[in-house]
């Protein structure tokens, strides 16, 4: 059981929380009570969740780079964060192609730089870096990778958060040993939720056709990921930061990923995005298959979780046909100009309870 008490009056930094997920961390954070200070880029989307959320009115939020070093210096010494959460990245496999030296930059040297700014600020006793299900060499096998596998990601973004694993592991080693300082990775699956309109994600695409009440266009409908709601990752690093601020035997690598049955190919999420956004709003809707000849993208994916789960207690909470329901009751909300943060704080607290108290 995650007890969200732990985090009233704790002083978190999260980069990247003008992103979709860092704006749902934002979110519980809030409701628990946190005092929350953000470092991110301005939001990657227009419109964006962070945006529509008034988050700015509700946190101590900084625009900056994770880049640059120097700011980054500054605004830890500002906050004296007891926990941080290192969310920041550049996300995208199709625009690593496009920009591979920026990816780089962005998905390591920023670890390096937020890594370089916890060893300096004595008040922080909990690290989280996140990074993806990607980091692993993938060899297109049935089962799960577990923790102990090979790290060797194939495209620019799946290598730069790969090496970006492998300074944080360099960094704990060298620096925090014995310091008082917990480190640990979070390996997360593709995550769908409410609110993400980013470019180049298969449900953020479902929504905007659907909005068109055009086609959805499906590149690659034989692809398998493991899909999860954007609260279940989201549970597990609170979970993991909190565990390892507590004791620092949790500290370590973990995957955060859905059951078996919750790997899905791209085609079935869209058919069951489709069969819901029908049934929800009344549309008719369909998809279509058409290959576009892209870059490399991994064809079979999923993760073993089993020590998260044996090691904290964590279960996914929401299957993907719950997961897909939350996202059309998001999108219906919005396109009918609704209130979002109301709309987020009762998904919230649906997910939360009974098996998370304090939210």
Request: overall charge negative; hydrophobic content about 35%.
């Amino acid at each position: 059981m995650l007890d969200m008490k732990f985090y009233n009056k704790k002083k978190i930094l999260i980069t990247g929380h003008t992103g979709f997920k860092g704006s749902w961390m934002c979110q519980i954070l809030l409701m628990a009570g946190a005092q929350v200070t953000g470092y991110a880029l301005d939001p990657p989307a227009n419109p964006s969740l962070f945006n529509l959320c008034h988050m700015t009115q509700k946190i101590h939020s900084v625009i900056g780079d994770v880049r640059d070093l120097a700011h980054l210096k500054a605004v830890f010494a500002d906050a004296q964060p007891e926990i941080v959460i290192h969310m920041a990245a550049q996300p995208i496999v199709r625009e690593s192609y496009k920009d591979p030296v920026y990816t780089y930059e962005t998905n390591v040297m920023g670890t390096v730089n937020i890594l370089e700014c916890v060893r300096c600020t004595p008040s922080v006793k909990s690290f989280l870096n996140v990074t993806t299900d990607k980091v692993y060499l993938n060899r297109e096998w049935e089962w799960g990778y577990r923790e102990n596998e090979e790290l060797n990601g194939y495209d620019p973004y799946s290598n730069s958060k790969s090496c970006s694993e492998l300074v944080t592991g360099s960094y704990k080693n060298s620096f925090f040993s014995g310091s008082g300082v917990a480190i640990s990775t979070a390996r997360a699956g593709n995550v769908i939720g409410g609110g993400d309109f980013a470019a180049d994600r298969i449900i953020p695409d479902c929504i905007r056709a659907a909005k068109k009440k055009q086609d959805i266009i499906v590149r690659n409908p034989a692809s398998t990921r493991p899909y999860e709601h954007v609260l279940e990752p989201i549970a597990a690093y609170l979970m993991i930061a909190k565990a390892q601020y507590e004791d620092a035997g949790y500290a370590g690598s973990y995957n955060v990923g859905p059951d078996e049955t919750d790997c899905w190919t791209t085609g079935d999420l869209v058919t069951l995005f489709c069969k819901k956004w029908n049934e929800m709003s009344g549309d008719s809707i369909k998809w279509v298959n058409q290959y576009d000849g892209g870059p490399h993208e991994a064809n079979f994916l999923k993760l073993d979780c089993s020590k998260l789960k044996r090691t904290l207690g964590w279960h996914p909470r929401w299957n993907v046909e719950t997961a897909m329901e939350k996202i059309i009751e998001w999108s219906l909300v919005y396109f009918d100009n609704g209130d979002i943060p109301e709309c987020m704080s009762r998904q919230i607290r649906e997910f939360f309870a009974p098996n998370y108290v304090n939210i």
